[in-house]
């Protein structure tokens, strides 16, 4: 019996979600599918009617856009109502297309249940899965989400090295990381201490409410104490009415999901340093917005991440083998540390979010637990690199 997949990437691309790609191709051969495609930039592609054999593809070269981070495919930010559901799945009956694979996150599982909807009511026998990637590890019922903890790792480098040259040239820097309501990326640059008085100095995640006031004080005591201050902050962080701190200085865009666009600018950093500069009279204070390198750095990712992300894909066929359609690939953390892969409801996942444990963020709301950090460790893979200090 003839098998026909088509495999799709959606959203923000991540430096593993290609292994996703790449492992169901080759589990997808293995298990005898006729026919293998990609949609070029996602669910638009599909409309587009853009296909790519991937079946014809070399070993050689999918081994190596396995290691290539960003989406191989390319993406879309379309967000697909039931109108463009229904549209998606009468391509996939022009095609003759029985089995449909979408890599995203929370809003990439609705289009899964909308389309698996569709088919279902028109008695289309499809298979539709949801492979999970997002690097803001904001899906529901995962305790990590593939594509996170490779951006953890490029966060942590990056603000190690941030430290290092805060301490040659002593001043405030302040790092805006990607995280609109989730702050697992900020609460990552924990990591990047070895030392005391190793940097970042303050943490601060959209989880809770940001008070100028406090942020003036919280810096200007570790100022105080040290001579100077390494801050990491996430672009979500809002005030006690729930909007955004950036937009206090611009007229923001929305993007197709009706979401503030927070990063594509350095609005926020140059908000903060202005205002540190005038209210604390500091006169060396540097802010930088990581933007798209998080998400796609070339050199810098999880070993662990990298094989999570592949097995997801493998994992994927074998469900579909297996007859499972309609749902959400989840990884689950045994012991301390292995994961094991599981299925649950596309209704979990879809349109809804995961933010920090309240018991992973201090009391003060400036910092994560030692729980947090002890949860992310094994998930960066390799030994992380360690600063030398002349004492």
């Not at 549209?87 to 995203?104: A, P, S, T």
């Amino acid at each position: 019996m003839n098998k026909r997949l088509l495999i799709a990437q959606g959203g923000g691309p991540t430096a593993v979600i290609n292994q996703t790609l790449v492992g169901a191709v080759f589990e997808a051969q293995r298990q005898g599918f006729s026919e293998i495609y990609g949609a070029r930039h996602g669910v638009r592609g599909i409309i587009d009617r853009q296909f790519i054999d991937l079946g014809r593809e070399t070993p050689t070269r999918l081994e190596r856009v396995a290691y290539t981070p960003s989406s191989a495919l390319g993406s879309t930010r379309d967000k697909p109502d039931a109108a463009y559901c229904a549209r998606i799945l009468e391509v996939l009956k022009e095609k003759q297309i029985d089995h449909f694979f979408y890599i995203g996150g929370n809003d990439s599982a609705d289009t899964v249940r909308l389309v698996s909807e569709a088919a279902e009511q028109s008695g289309y026998p499809l298979c539709a899965l949801h492979l999970p990637k997002t690097v803001d590890n904001d899906l529901v019922g995962n305790d990590h989400t593939p594509g996170y903890a490779s951006a953890a790792r490029y966060i942590t480098q990056t603000l190690m090295g941030a430290d290092l040259d805060n301490r040659a040239l002593p001043g405030v820097y302040l790092a805006v990381i990607m995280g609109r309501h989730a702050g697992f990326l900020t609460g990552a640059a924990a990591m990047a201490r070895h030392y005391p008085d190793d940097g970042p100095h303050l943490l601060y995640l959209p989880e809770r409410t940001f008070d100028m006031d406090r942020f003036l004080a919280d810096v200007d005591q570790i100022y105080t104490r040290l001579g100077r201050c390494v801050v990491a902050l996430s672009e979500g962080i809002h005030d006690a009415s729930g909007e955004p701190i950036v937009t206090r200085l611009i007229q923001a865009e929305k993007d197709a999901h009706g979401n503030v666009q927070l990063s594509g600018t350095g609005a926020l950093a140059d908000l903060l340093s202005t205002t540190l500069r005038e209210k604390l009279g500091l006169k060396r204070v540097r802010g930088d917005t990581l933007g798209y390198p998080q998400r796609s750095f070339f050199g810098c990712y999880s070993q662990v991440d990298a094989q999570e992300a592949r097995e997801v894909g493998e994992y994927a066929v074998q469900c579909a083998m297996a007859g499972q359609r309609a749902q959400s690939i989840a990884l689950q953390r045994v012991g301390d540390y292995a994961v094991s892969y599981t299925l649950i409801p596309l209704t979990t996942v879809a349109a809804q979010t995961r933010v920090v444990a309240d018991d992973w963020i201090t009391a003060a709301g400036n910092d994560v637990t030692p729980a947090f950090c002890h949860w992310l460790r094994p998930l960066l893979g390799s030994e992380l690199p360690v600063p030398g200090h002349i004492v």
